[in-house]
């Protein structure tokens, strides 16, 4: 790969927000020759772990095939050891609103398909039946949805931020590809890697956030709306999704 090349590469993954990139020892002998011209410096952590190539892609032609392909069989993470299936997103590839969750629960790892459990379940209901009260034509398959680790955590724990990093370079990438009017992020993982914040959904909710240009809105978990004492979340995510409805299709 060219400087040039190179340094085009560093700033997409840079605009995407990805601030560590790893890569084998042998890319590294390969990309040690002088070059003539300066390179952004990405931050190379010392001792990669695990060593994980910078994918090799052409930012502006990158698909969501692609991507898939460049997850492959991944073992870049420790949550590879536990999972069944790779989940890595679906719905309609040129979506205008992408959701984007945690991480795959026990039925996501069996079937390989996001949001399919109870939660799944609850998040359907939640477009499909927001959507039609508010007049607007659209299904759960008219969205896109997809997570930010795409191995399930052991006993569903929430994902490491390593893990969170690895991973994301790909939610990072699907975004980039799909290109959504507006991202909905639900519960606190999501928040996090996509905005980079620690308060609590409680406070950020409700509210248009961005992410590289594309407006984010932060709403409660389905998991969390499945739990009996929370009356109030359910009404403040069906207003935030009402928001996010309108804002996209109107
Ligand atoms: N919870 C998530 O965050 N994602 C899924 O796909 C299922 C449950």
């Known amino acids: 790969m060219s400087p040039v090349e190179l340094r085009r590469r560093l700033e997409f993954y840079r605009d995407l927000g990805i601030k560590t990139m790893y890569r084998r ?50 073992k870049r993470c420790r949550l590879h050891t536990g ?73 569903n724990r929430t994902p490491e931020p390593d893990e969170m990093e690895i991973c994301g370079q790909f939610l990072f990438r699907q975004l980039s590809a799909i290109r959504p009017k507006a991202i909905c992020a639900l519960g606190g993982t999501a928040s996090r890697a996509l905005l980079g914040r620690t308060e609590g959904v409680t406070r950020m909710r409700g509210n248009w956030q961005k992410w590289n240009g594309i407006p984010v809105m932060v709403t409660y978990h389905p998991s969390y709306l499945l739990r009996p004492y929370n009356q109030n979340a359910k009404r403040e995510a069906w207003e935030d999704l009402k928001k996010v409805l309108h804002m996209v299709y109107d």
């Not at 032609?61 to 460049?70: A, P, Y």
């Not at 945690?102 to 939660?119: C, K, L, M």
């Open 25 to 74: 020892e042998a890319q590294v002998e390969a990309t040690t020759q002088p070059s003539p011209e300066p390179l952004l410096e990405p931050q190379f952590e010392p001792e990669p772990q695990p060593a994980m190539e910078l994918p090799g892609l052409a930012p502006e032609s990158d698909t969501l095939f692609k991507i898939l392909e460049d997850i492959g069989d991944c």
């Open 83 to 155: 999972r069944n299936k790779i989940v890595f997103g679906a719905g309609d590839e040129h979506a205008k609103l992408v959701f984007v969750g945690e991480g795959p629960g026990a039925d996501e790892d069996a079937q390989g398909f996001p949001f399919v459990g109870r939660a799944g379940q609850l998040l359907t209901q939640m477009i499909e039946n927001t959507a039609s009260k508010e007049g607007i034509p659209i299904l759960r398959k008219d969205v896109y949805i997809c997570n930010v680790v795409k191995c399930r955590p052991p006993e």
